[in-house]
């Protein structure tokens, strides 16, 4: 099986998702994470690699081999480039081809992601950059502890319309970018397929849970509090609550086709994901 690709940051949902799509289509990937016990649950007879961006001393072993690169960012690292540009650079010296990275919608010239894309850009080997949109999973997670409880979304978005994309989408999609090798160079914005404001959601939630579901706009002081008290973290908190600040702004609601040229069909509807994942909302 083909071990020439690499995924890095592979603990992460993401990141193991698309460690799942491309073991669907017969081939394997070496999976790249600091805790190497856990990335050995997805990596079934796949080889797995210890590797600290934060160490230049483990890329070396790492990048043996290796000729395409999935990297997973690290978001809330203050020094993005710092961690980007030592191993792009010896990336590069060992022979890797390709790397498929990570930007964000709405992104302002200082953006850590912005600066990690332009090392992308001008590192010398082919590049994919893919700017995701909100994920309808992350959606799920800040919400459905409301939904359950009291019928409700709580959501510092305003009326904001954001065109959710499920990762599952984007997962299969950069697979198929690793393995065919024909997106070199471009950049991709991969959203869902409708943009939807938050009474819309609730509206297809009342359906799909068969319960009066309603959307209350709540301030960032509130957010905090509400997600404080449910056991996040202060960083996971401040970069929730950063994702639907952006899409407040309406920066969040454009619908692209990018996700659904790549994958050669029509992205998941939030209907269906709502389906899916039913009993989460209940």
Not at 130 to 148: A, K, S
Not at 204 to 217: A, F, Q, R, V, W
Request: proline share 4%.
């Amino acid at each position: 099986m083909n071990t020439t690709i690499m995924v890095t940051e592979s603990t992460g949902p993401l990141e193991k998702e698309i460690i799942k799509q491309i073991h669907k289509t017969g081939n394997c990937v070496k999976i790249a994470a600091i805790d190497t016990t856990e990335a050995s649950l997805t990596a079934g007879e796949c080889p797995v690699a210890f590797l600290d961006l934060a160490d230049p001393g483990t890329y070396q072993r790492a990048l043996i081999d290796v000729k395409s690169v999935f990297l997973g960012l690290p978001m809330n690292h203050p020094g993005l480039q710092d961690l980007l540009l030592p191993f792009i650079e010896t990336a590069r010296i060992y022979g890797v081809e390709h790397i498929v990275g990570m930007g964000t919608m709405g992104e302002t010239d200082d953006s850590p992601l912005l600066i990690a894309e332009r090392c992308m850009q001008n590192c010398g080997i082919s590049y994919t950059i893919i700017r995701p949109n909100i994920y309808m999973q992350h959606f799920r997670e800040i919400t459905c502890e409301g939904v359950r409880r009291d019928s409700t979304i709580y959501l510092p978005a305003g009326g904001a319309k954001i065109s959710l994309v499920d990762f599952r989408d984007i997962a299969e999609a950069v697979a198929k970018i690793l393995l065919n090798g024909q997106h070199s160079n471009r950049i991709y914005f991969f959203t869902g397929a409708q943009a939807l404001d938050p009474y819309a959601i609730a509206a297809i939630l009342s359906t799909i849970t068969g319960k009066k579901i309603i959307y209350e706009p709540v301030n960032h002081n509130r957010e905090w509090k509400i997600l404080l008290g449910r056991g996040w973290k202060a960083v996971d908190i401040e970069l929730a609550i950063g994702l639907y600040e952006i899409a407040r702004h309406g920066w969040c609601e454009r619908v692209s086709t990018d996700l659904e040229k790549v994958l050669g069909r029509e992205p998941v509807l939030f209907e269906q994901f709502a389906r899916d994942f039913r009993d989460e909302w209940c």
